[in-house]
T-cell receptor, first 111, second 112 residues
């Protein structure tokens, strides 16, 4: 079932440092997404990609950047981590309108 | 107003009970609707799609009311293993990103 993997699974980092999370898929799906999930807010879209080198912002993109140089990899970078970016980050993939498949998540703590 | 709203619960029910969740969405142009299930500290997983005619999958029945812009999920004969958070999910109007909007979820706890 592991058509999508995220790394690392857990990370603790210090305020002000850059952090990169990786999402890797083996399904050759066109669409990839990064969400964050926080209590009381549910899943909120950070950035998404609709093809290699084609990305766009979601509703909570400030402080984040992404890159997609290959179909299978979608990277999320926190340019200068802040405590407000402590969260669980989920990557998702989709090929059609019929739902997403999520990765197992990355638990990020910024201290 | 949130684009997708759900009662956060928790709904505490005994085994064997029938429980129903509703959710409302604000974008009348939405075209696709889903229920996802999320177990504690796990990723969300697709439970079922929701069709205009209503659809059933075993003990689970999903309904869509476009006029009132709400979606429902009915679980019959609840099992302990049904305990989870249920996310109502809506696809917006057609866009290049195939983006979905997630509700914050409804917590279900089934007790013996």
């Amino acid at each position: 079932d592991a058509g999508i993997t995220q790394s690392p699974r857990h990370k603790v980092t210090e305020t002000g440092t850059p952090v990169t999370l990786r999402c890797h898929q083996t399904e050759n799906h066109r669409y990839m997404y990064w969400y964050r999930q926080d209590p009381g807010h549910g899943l909120r879209l950070i950035h998404y990609s609709y093809g290699v080198k084609d990305t766009d912002k979601g509703e909570v993109s400030d402080g984040y950047s992404v890159s997609r140089s290959k179909t299978e990899d979608f990277l999320l970078t926190l340019e200068s981590a802040t405590s407000s970016q402590t969260s669980v980050y989920f990557c998702a993939i989709s090929s059609t309108v019929y739902g997403y498949t999520f990765g197992s998540g990355t638990r990020l703590t910024v201290v | 107003r949130k684009e997708v709203e759900q009662d956060p619960g928790p709904f505490n029910v005994p085994e064997g009970a029938t429980v129903a969740f509703n959710c409302t969405y604000s974008n009348s142009a939405s075209q696709s609707f889903f229920w996802y299930r999320q177990d504690c500290r796990k990723e969300p997983k697709l439970l079922m799609s929701v069709y205009s005619s209503g659809n059933e999958d075993g003990r689970f029945t999903a309904q869509l009311n476009r006029a009132s812009q709400y979606i429902s999920l009915l679980i019959r004969d609840s099992k302990l293993s049904d305990s989870a958070t249920y996310l109502c999910v809506v696809n917006g109007e057609k866009n290049r990103g195939n983006k979905l909007v997630f509700g914050a979820g409804t917590i279900l706890r089934v007790k013996s």
